[in-house]
């Protein structure tokens, strides 16, 4: 059952669906003719994993080729990597008066925790928040950081490729 939502064999899974969905959506660039239902009413669960029919591979290939549309433009696109690295400072510097790193560990705090954030910074007079507020202005004013490069490389533990991306504030 855990691999209709998280599938970890082959990574096709009801949550891939949904925010490929909504974002596909939300970004304007549609589904470039993926469809989720047909994949869904296709497969069939043999041996407790879920498998899908030959036929079906395009439609998987699809899938595929549309998340990796949304990772190279959108996801990770220097704007938006700008903008969260601006977010993540802006969290970093009022951690001292909101206790970002104690909330997290209490879960019935973390969980009270919503995206009027940024509006709650805003709208704080404390002193210790005046860097924070000056971040949100030049997200609100687009003086967003700025992107110096990226570069890649192997970790030698894992082989795996890293990409560094760097940003000047």
Known sequence: MF???????????V???DYIKRDTYKFGIGLQGFNFRLLINNMRVIDYEICYKFKDRDHIYDLFRCRERLY?????????KGIDFMISDIFKSANSYFK???IVKDMDKYTKLTDNII????NTDDP????AKAI????EKRDLYTFVGEYSYKDKKT??????IQYIW
Do not use: A, P
Request: aromatic share 10%.
């Open 3 to 13: 691999q209709i939502v998280n599938n970890r064999v082959n990574c096709i899974d």
């Open 15 to 17: 949550d891939k669906f």
């Open 72 to 80: 190279k433009e959108f996801y990770h696109h220097r704007v938006t």
């Open 100 to 102: 970002f790193d104690e």
């Open 119 to 122: 509006s709650r910074i805003k």
């Open 128 to 131: 210790s928040l005046d860097e």
């Open 136 to 139: 949100i202005k030049r997200i």
């Open 159 to 164: 082989s795996e490729e890293v990409i560094l």
